[in-house]
């Protein structure tokens, strides 16, 4: 049975019992290096279970050609390589790996993931750049974006989509980062609670409902699993915010069983984010009400 609940409550209720512990104050440098360190364990574990469940013969038959094998493992040595390097620079303030759940079941879902969690990675580095103070970090963070960019275009040429799509990537905040993190994190060390972390909190989870390839002018589905999302007043607007890096672009949503349909607004291309908001001046952690979604989209 679904729940109707305002987006005040609903948005109270997703951050009651976050997997990361929050804690009091606000954005350090030293929590924003434990945020990149909580990523980059789960690409790193990603990694290292997809190489020990598939074999090179698997990953040729599913299509993908030597050296596709071997440089998905030099991946996965970047990856563990990151785990180190921030590790290292956080000393005993460094969270713990977590414990991680992955629907991946064959070398072309391990694929599909990749791209998606490479996608993400670089729009959670581009997305905390500017909370950075200290201007090492910074360039450290910076050296670490960049490659996984370059992760994140080989495995989608891999994929036969366009490893550049657009002239810019999007990013995304600390929040919209976790809320898809966390949904492959099972639980996490009791020791990473007294480590220095963000306030992160997961906002509910926003479903693509639309299977097959999508191109702007696309009407979509979007799914609220579980729950329906209502205006606290019962009449202001909810509005669909696709995330870029100049703005977001808002769509008007009609209300559908089991979510909402839209249409997919110029002006976006590749993996996007798209969140559900009542808030058409701005696109932040505070106004963010579902989501966000990933929609891959192909134009």
């Known amino acids: 049975m679904k729940s109707a609940i305002p987006l005040v409550t609903l948005a109270a209720i997703a951050a009651a019992s976050p997997v990361i512990k929050r804690q009091p104050g606000g954005v350090t440098d030293v929590g924003i290096l434990n945020y990149a360190l909580t990523f980059e364990h789960l690409e790193d574990k990603f990694y290292r279970e997809g190489l020990a469940n598939y074999t090179q013969a698997d990953f040729v038959q ?25 590790r290292t620079a956080l000393s005993s303030a460094a969270v713990a790996e977590c414990t991680y759940s992955f629907p991946s079941t064959d070398p072309a879902s391990f694929v599909a993931l ?13 997305g905390a750049a500017a909370s950075i103070a200290n201007k090492g970090y910074l360039t450290d963070a910076g050296s670490i974006l960049t490659v996984e960019a370059r992760h994140s275009s080989y495995i989608r040429a891999s994929l ?4 550049f799509p657009q002239p810019f990537d999007d990013p995304l905040t600390f929040d919209e980062v976790y809320t898809l993190a966390a949904s492959f994190i099972v639980s996490c060390p009791s020791s990473n609670n007294d480590k220095p972390q963000l306030p992160l909190k997961a906002f509910p989870f926003l479903a693509l409902g639309t299977k097959g390839s999508i191109k702007s002018g696309d009407t979509i589905t979007l799914l609220t699993p579980g729950y329906i999302l209502l205006p606290k007043d019962g009449k ?4 669909a915010a696709f995330i870029t890096v100049t703005g977001p672009i808002y769509v008007d949503v009609t209300t559908v069983q089991g979510g909402f349909e839209i249409e997919v607004p110029a002006g976006v291309n590749g993996q ?18 579902a989501g966000p979604a990933i929609v891959e989209i192909s134009n």
């Open 114 to 126: 990749a791209s998606v969690l490479g996608g993400v990675g670089v729009s959670a580095y581009l």
């Open 272 to 289: 996007s984010y798209v969140v559900l908001t009542t808030c058409k001046e701005k696109v932040n952690d505070e106004t963010v009400a």
């Open 160 to 163: 036969d989509e366009s490893p």
């Open 236 to 239: 202001t607007p909810i509005y």
């Open 62 to 86: 599913a299509g993908f050609a030597d050296p596709f094998y071997d440089n998905l493992k030099e991946i996965s040595y970047d990856e563990t390589t990151h785990v180190s390097f921030l």
